[in-house]
């Protein structure tokens, strides 16, 4: 079964940790993937500059698309971002596809305005020519007017890939991902707690003035070293049909964790490793976050250690792409 995947990401960058999870799992169910992308087997081009991204893309897409065998495929996943140039020409090709959505814009301002726009315009065509889609969580599931086939994705983890954290003496917070100014992490900063800052983003400069910060590198290492993981998110909409990959990785490295109340992390509820905390709220933050760095370090150790065994219970990739599988199935040629 050969499936062609649409997407805008470049497979060595962080942010493609997903796409790399999902291919996986899906290969071992017997999907041959080929990615269409900027760094993929068949190379589409996407422009740096400002405003140029979205167009050259789906330009890209159109031209590639015209020129490839597309007989050779039974199935294609397009990400949103190239929903607008794949859709005409897989329907001419009478190639069934699905539209996956795992990053509506955040960005806010006139280039967040232009991206809502385009994201609008891509679901309009996914409702009329797709054969289904592919969310990350409940709530945006039930946020969408949807009456075709659907898979909800959640954020998965290779388990494999990490050991458990060892802890310290001096509890260390670790905030793993972007660094982006749009996720507000200058409010973390501002807990009174050891913290450490680790990834990329466009507020990495200035958030170094305030905390500890590290660029990319082995993540399994970084968090190994740390004693609790933290994703404190803004209070806005789009933040909410969030499945946050960061706490299955915290969960997969043993590490008890502080999180933002969204949908994806819903049937976690209970657990004792993991407290949830509504968006935004920088009290409830604090004090969740000193409420687990003065337990004992046994203790932290204790939930730590429940945290990854419900990673390699329910966050393996291979059972967050279950659904996804039997959609492809169902609506492959």
């Not at 006139?110 to 009329?128: P, S």
């Not at 983003?201 to 609790?228: C, F, P």
Request: proline letters at 3%; one cysteine or more; hydrophobic letters at 40%.
């Amino acid at each position: 079964m050969k499936l062609l995947w649409i997407t805008h990401r470049r497979q060595s960058e962080m942010s493609a940790t997903t796409q790399r999870g999902i291919a996986s799992a899906l290969n071992k169910r017997g999907w041959k993937i080929e990615f269409m992308s900027p760094d993929g087997q068949h190379r589409v081009e996407r422009s740096t500059r400002l405003g140029r991204g979205h167009q050259t893309f789906n330009r890209s897409i159109a031209e590639k698309l015209r020129s490839m065998e597309l007989d050779n495929y039974c199935v294609a996943i397009v990400e949103w971002t190239g929903v607008q140039g794949a859709s005409g020409e897989l329907l001419s090709a009478q190639l069934p596809w699905v539209i996956m959505d795992r990053s509506p814009p955040i960005t806010s301002g006139i280039i967040g305005w232009v991206q809502r726009r385009q994201y609008d315009k891509a679901w309009r065509l996914a409702r009329n020519l797709s054969k289904g889609r592919a969310v990350k969580s409940a709530y945006m599931a039930a946020s969408q007017d949807w009456q075709k086939p659907s898979a909800i994705v959640p954020a998965g983890v290779d388990i494999t890939a990490f050991v458990s954290a060892t802890m310290n003496d001096s509890p260390l917070v670790v905030c793993h991902g972007s660094l982006d100014r749009s996720r507000e992490l200058n409010r973390l900063t501002k807990m009174g707690v050891n913290l450490l800052l680790f990834g990329e983003g466009n507020d990495s400069q200035r958030l170094s003035t305030m905390a500890r910060v590290e660029g990319s590198g082995d993540v399994s290492s970084q968090l190994s070293g740390a004693d609790v993981g933290v994703l404190h998110l803004p209070n806005r909409d789009v933040w909410r049909h969030a499945s946050p990959l960061k706490v299955a990785e915290y969960a997969a490295a043993g590490l008890p964790v502080v999180a933002s109340e969204v949908s994806g992390l819903e049937r976690y509820r209970d657990a004792e490793w993991l407290k949830l905390i509504p968006l935004g709220d920088d009290e409830a933050c604090r004090t969740a976050l000193h409420t687990l760095c003065e337990l004992s370090l046994e203790e932290r150790r204790r939930l730590g250690t429940l945290a990854r065994q419900e990673a390699g219970r329910s966050m393996t990739w291979e059972n967050c792409t279950e659904a996804l599988h039997e959609m492809l199935l169902e609506v492959k040629r």
